[in-house]
């Protein structure tokens, strides 16, 4: 796949050029000549003749060798024989805009699915079908060959959108805010690129500086993860993924997979892969023209300028509510800045010049700050003023900005929508915004790249395991035709990955349950194990708390009458005995499989606040070491592991080290579909966590 | 107070006309000139002659008798005698807008201290001062007696700012987003009119048909809840309360008081008296764009009609988020849909009629949908499509509108900024909004307001308590010079309160706790209690699980050696001898006193998760029946309550009645400043909530 033969071709042939007004033959060919483009157009159309004055082919085997680029337009049953005399001309890229693939049914899927394949074996790069087409916007190119109404604005995003309507609305709203782009591609079916390709693609092309999606699905969930997670580092990547409520998530038996929502995994999967997730359009934009307008900046205390009190504590709120800093002033800084404010200014940030500021006191106020070290962002507020236009405001802003190209300034200008308007014609170099909210969203989007950017690069390590005794386990249960392992088994396959359980083993009978509690001191814990009773406490299976080997032959004797009561007891396998942890703090962690994005890992806060509370974090597996230790502190609870009114701290290590052999286990183990630790117990003596109950589920 | 004759008079002196350019006495006059006020306008001014033809008295003793409303602009320290002046000339009405009030300093606060209580003598109503006016828009009056940039445009909202500078900013950005307000008033410093009494006012006027504030701090809270408790059933009130974040929560010893953040009683506050509170300014304009062109909803089921999928998807994940629901439409609908609409269409909700929909099909659409009985909201989504115009899509949604006016519909149209504006010159009945979560942000609103409208009216219950007991125990420990009780004394008063707390004594001696013992029944707890050593756990003062007499004795003299070693024998009052109550939830209730708004009711998920998880709700006393209802379900620990995994449902009505019952205790003692019940056990037997263990701590 080569993205460049499609979006810096030389030489481009429209097939399904046409005269006919309002058809999009007629509208892609008028698109490319007015944007201007410099290189050579050909035009097919079985009718032949001349279209404005242009030669028209009747058919792709007419055209000279060489052309880089065909955009097709023509009905969907003739693409197919296009694209083989395409081939036979030495085309390498395709657009395909027509419609009548996949999203009509059965029929278009096939014809989509030979599509693709002729693509692969031909070694040709297909956008489409059923998109919108694609834009390069740099001057070398200057090619319009996107299906939308305006004609495009430059800029510094690739904009990468699955929908077409909502690309072409996306792509006017961008206009109509000033918000110019580098590349286009309405990806539409994805029968070949997609979003990861194009983030490939873009890695290295100097005038994408960042790279927006808007995304209803993500194909091949690790390929976009290795890649997004790359090009990240480089260039930052916006996306907009909708989708969030279609509930859908197929019934689950276990925990984990009743939490695992329908887009707790794409959350995920964007989130370790350094993309930042918009919630909203407007969001996604007003992002892009802070990344566009700002640089990174080196920290996130945020100082304030402003010239009255109510915008600026608006401010304040929205700093504190994205978890930055309100940057302390350097005596000093207050010190200048009273030399010249008059005395109602306040000179603490946030500093309020008061409504009668001067241009003036914007300019040097607005020096003296960012000439703080303790400032990483500058948030300027304007309210308008008699005697003070807001463009002229505006205007000193960016002639510092200009001058202090390191620190990230934004403006926030409670002005009318003329402002705004005005500034879509000119050269701005600041981002402004209508309110305080918005423009502080835009410093957090700047923060978290630096965040991502300077994040340690993760690592899957590779823990020594008993490969083989899991294998073993899986195989006997396999034979059984249980997809659902027993309590012990479960157990079982954790110990053989490594991860701590609590001290236990199976006992077929009495004595034997006496010899292993004697083995594990005493109190013990007894759990009735079984293949046909999965639910342990509906049958009263579990005693807790055995003090000594007498109770423990009272109460096992007991059990065994009540199951025998109960006609039960054919399903007994034994009971297990098991050492009693203490430990107050029970959390939970587990496995869940997405249908499109695979295994996820769960942790969270485990026992009977697991569907109450749902303080869970989910990772798509396979988890690094990064990952594991920020899914442990993004959970509310997380204090409680660090230790509060006295507790021993969690061994927080460890319970990363259970994340991350519970993601090679699933790797190795593809056909675990869902895992429970629950409760994973921290223990009150060391903090160490311990597995006191586990289940495993296989696939079918 | 009487607001009529400052926002309706039949004339105006306004004191302080200037003919000097840039001040505000001549702004104000060619305001109030300009936008053509309806009554008889006077000019003071000490140099007399005339201003552009009008002639201009000396002083306001020279004005003739009867005049309404005075707008005073000059100098602070003239202000006094100005009044005294008016007063003798019958004006009962004053907008003070000159500053150098308590905004300044002491010398500014004594003096608006003197003109309240000048204007409190006289009988008069002061707006302001340091404010910027006021603007009745109603053309039977038509004043614009505001020193703000643009002339106000007619609507139905009386509007409310406490900033001034931010109040003219936001008439700006209302005029320019073609939102218009009936009323708006500047309350400046509020020496006199405050936020209550304008909602008071606007109660029975009946061109205000709602009510939207920009506040900062709220003065008198009890009267501001009184009056928009009952003004908001009626008109929707909308607020702006910046100052989130600002800290400044004192140290408190309590964890209620140190969960009160500063923002958490005005947050309760507004709450309780039905204000919906926006996080921001843009939020404040969509909401009052959909009260101003909305009816009330008659539920929470939205339809969705869309040429679009994406917007459509994102729609309904907002629709989620807000805790609405996606309609479900009857199956007469759906086949109607289907007659007419093409067959790749859906006709489930949302009902997408593809790109290429015509405006027929908006129409016919939107009528079907709107005559669907499972339908209360509709959100009509456009995309620009060629040859689709967004205003003819408009026209036709506002025409269905006309017929029918019963149900809430909403546009949202992702298209040029330039349809926006171009709506703001004409007459909209339709609020059109540029993003998906916009238009569903402004359902939510219609739907909170319908909600709050049907709340049943709280009641504050009064409970037969002894009174006296309570109050012997808060005199004996002030007669200590103690401000925190011990917990038996804790205890006592929440007993005396009806309060069910856990059966306990007070014993002296070994041989009383074995009495009391016998009396509560075994298992018990032992806690010393102690006048000097308040956290018990410190020095191993609480003995769990006491099992006989036997344990109890060996126990109890086991904690003297403790304490005679460490010499802290002397502080003990005894051993507190209490049922143990068997319960896995552990709730927290309590009480903390915020600086501003008073006494606060807290009730969350208890023990170690209180300062993790800070599940709790807070409420202003005194609580309703009906607030103590909400706040109890308002918590993410709610289901737990209900009951999870067998659990037995905690008996609800119960813990409401407590949480009253702390109401009534600080509405008796108001010097309680502090109140903790941790944990109040959820009894695992009978559901019933029994307080375990309390603190309660009194203003000095």
Chains 1, 2 share one sequence.
Not at 127 to 154: H, I, K, Q, Y
Request: charged share 25%; net charge neutral.
């Amino acid at each position: 796949m080569d993205l460049s033969t499609v979006m810096t071709p030389s030489s481009i042939a429209l097939v399904g050029a046409s005269t006919r007004d309002h058809t999009i033959g007629h509208d892609l060919l008028h698109k490319l000549v007015d944007y201007g483009y410099k290189g050579k157009l050909f035009l097919v159309n079985p009718k032949g003749g001349t279209i404005e004055g242009r030669s028209v082919y009747k058919s792709v085997a007419e055209l000279p060798d060489g052309i880089d680029l065909a955009i097709i337009v023509i009905n969907a049953k003739f693409v197919l024989d296009t694209v083989d005399l395409c081939k036979e001309k030495g085309i390498k890229g395709l657009v395909v805009i027509s419609a009548g693939f996949k999203e009509t049914g059965a029929a278009g899927r096939e014809l989509e699915e030979a599509l693709a394949e002729k693509v692969r074996k031909y070694g040709m790069t297909l956008v489409g079908p059923n998109c919108l087409g694609v834009v390069n916007t740099n001057p070398d190119v200057s090619m319009d060959g996107c299906f939308a109404e305006s004609l495009p604005r430059r800029g510094d995003i690739g904009f990468v959108s699955q929908s077409g309507a909502l690309g072409g609305g996306i792509l006017n709203i961008l206009k109509d805010l000033g918000i110019g782009f580098a590349q286009f591609i309405s990806i539409g079916n994805q029968a070949h690129v997609n979003a990861a390709s194009a983030i490939s693609y873009w890695e290295d092309v100097p005038d994408v500086k960042q790279i927006l999606l808007y995304m209803e699905s993500i194909l091949d969930p690790a390929e976009f993860r290795r890649l997004a997670t790359r090009v990240s580092k480089k260039k930052p990547i916006l996306a907009l993924k909708a989708g969030r409520s279609a509930a859908g998530a197929s019934a689950a038996s276990s925990h984990t997979g009743s939490l695992a929502g329908a887009d707790k995994a794409a959350d995920a999967l964007l989130r370790q892969s350094g993309v930042i997730r918009e919630k909203s359009l407007k969001d996604l934009f007003s992002s892009a023209k802070a990344f566009s307008l700002c640089p990174l900046p080196k920290g996130d205390r945020i100082a304030i300028i402003t010239n009255s009190g109510g915008p600026a504590i608006m401010a304040t709120d929205a700093v504190e509510d994205f978890g930055m800093k309100m940057a302390k002033l350097s005596d000093e800084t207050k010190e200048k800045l009273r030399s010249f404010l008059p005395p109602a200014a306040s000179v603490k940030n946030p500093v309020d010049m008061i409504a009668s500021a001067p241009l003036e006191h914007y300019r040097k106020t607005l020096e003296t700050v960012l000439a703080d070290d303790g400032v990483d962002m500058v948030l300027t507020i304007y309210l308008p003023f008699l005697g003070l236009k807001d463009t002229d405001v505006a205007d000193t802003i960016m002639d510092i900005r200009a001058a202090h190209p390191e620190k990230p300034i934004v403006g926030v200008f409670m002005t009318k929508q003329e402002f705004f308007s005005s500034l879509s014609d000119k050269r701005v170099t600041v981002p402004f915004y209508m309110y305080s909210e918005e423009g502080v969203a835009a410093l957090d989007r700047l923060n978290r790249q630096r965040i991502w950017v300077n994040r340690p690069e993760g690592k899957v390590p590779a823990f020594e395991v008993a490969r083989d005794r899991a294998d073993a386990v899986f195989k006997a249960a396999a034979a059984d035709g249980r997809e659902t392992l027993t309590t012990s088994e479960s157990i079982s396959v954790l110990d053989a990955y490594g991860i701590r359980t609590c001290r236990s083993d199976l006992a077929r009978t009495e004595d034997e349950a006496v010899a292993i509690a004697d083995r594990i001191g005493y109190p013990v814990v007894m759990k009735m194990t079984s293949k046909t009773i999965s639910h342990k406490t509906d049958v009263g299976g579990v005693r807790v708390g055995i003090a000594s080997a007498e109770q423990l032959r009272r109460e096992y004797r007991d059990l065994l009458s009540k199951l025998t009561e109960r006609g039960l007891e054919k399903g007994l396998e034994g009971v297990l005995i098991q050492e009693m942890v203490k430990g107050s703090r029970e959390m939970v962690c587990g496995l869940a499989t997405d249908p499109q994005y695979g295994p996820m890992i769960m942790f969270g806060l485990g026992g009977v606040f697991v569907e109450v509370l749902k303080d869970v974090a989910f990772r798509v597996a396979p988890l690094t070491d990064q990952d594991a230790r920020e899914m442990v502190r993004s959970i509310r609870a997380w204090k409680l592991l660090e230790g509060v009114r006295g507790m021993t701290p969690a061994h927080t290590d460890r319970i990363e080290e259970t994340l991350l052999r519970l993601s090679q286990l699933v790797k190795d183990f593809p056909a675990v579909s869902e895992l429970d630790i629950n409760p994973l117990i921290v223990s009150d003596k060391d903090g160490e966590p311990i597995a006191v109950d586990a289940r495993i589920k296989m696939k079918r």
